[in-house]
């Protein structure tokens, strides 16, 4: 019986080692390529911007619940409201952010900076300085490798990619050469980046949510949902424009160029959509 085991053990030991050279014999053949697969996979996390992947997404999860789950009792109230901000925030973009503070095509007493700014702050963006900056280097390099948005990087790139990825050098090096001496020599202007944040917190979020709670006793639920689901909307408004309206649509001015005249995109954002 020992003669027999012993017999056993040996076998087995044999098919161990055999085992063992074989799995050696595979690493060792796909070292190189495990080590460069991790290198790259390294390479790819190091550029994206994983805090804007984390709020982009929970903003469109969250809208997705909210259509989904929005109680059909909510208060008309509630959803002509809703409306309403839909049409501040496009007024913040396009009359402030777009017309006038990127390409000045008007000038703007105190009084209407202020009602621009407050709207532009209803629609969650990014800090105006950094708006009128990329807005710039795109109409500057449009659709070339130093535009933040280059719509010849595919649809998902330029309508929200480039904002969930790290800038390419080429469009940085141009961001440095922009002049923007016409905003940082605005007093008013300069504080509102100072303390955008705050700005952004209470006309985007407070004030939108506790009107419909506190002034006709909204569902504090119903609330949430309908301006989760209104910002979504606003931000892939403006995105469309950098997007939809540089694929789709006609060419009447210019043949030449990706830009369009998208009618459906104009309809959403307030005529930003007119792009050829």
Not at 65 to 81: A, E, G, H, P, R
């Amino acid at each position: 019986m020992n003669k027999y085991t012993s017999h056993i053990d040996a076998h087995l030991e044999i098919k161990k080692k055999n085992f063992s050279e074989m799995m050696d014999k595979i690493f060792a053949q796909n070292k190189h390529k495990f080590l460069t697969n991790i290198k790259e996979w390294k390479n790819v996390l190091s550029k994206l911007k994983l805090l804007n992947i984390i709020v982009i997404s929970a903003i469109h999860l969250g809208a997705l619940y909210s259509l989904f789950s929005l109680d059909l009792t909510i208060n008309i109230k509630t959803i002509l409201w809703c409306l309403f901000i839909c049409l501040v925030q496009a007024i913040g973009v396009t009359a402030g952010a777009h017309r006038l503070w990127t390409h000045r095509t008007y000038k703007a007493k105190l009084p209407l900076k202020i009602i621009l700014l407050i709207c532009y702050a209803v629609g969650n963006q990014i800090p105006l300085h950094s708006w009128v900056r990329d807005h710039r280097i795109h109409h500057k390099c449009m659709d070339t490798d130093a535009d933040p948005h280059n719509s010849n990087r595919g649809f998902f790139f330029s309508h929200v990619g480039w904002l969930l990825v790290k800038k390419k050098s080429e469009v940085i090096n141009e961001g440095r050469q922009i002049d923007l001496t016409d905003l940082d020599t605005d007093p008013i202007l300069v504080f509102y980046d100072k303390y955008f944040w705050i700005f952004s917190t209470t006309f985007c979020h407070i004030i939108p949510i506790t009107i419909p709670v506190y002034m006709w006793h909204e569902a504090w639920t119903n609330s949430i949902k309908i301006d989760l689901f209104r910002i979504a909307f606003g931000l892939n408004a403006v995105w469309s424009v950098n997007s939809f309206a540089h694929m789709w649509g006609t060419k009447p001015y210019n043949m030449n160029i990706n830009p369009t005249d998208n009618s459906v995109v104009s309809f959403f954002s307030y005529g930003e959509g007119w792009h050829n």
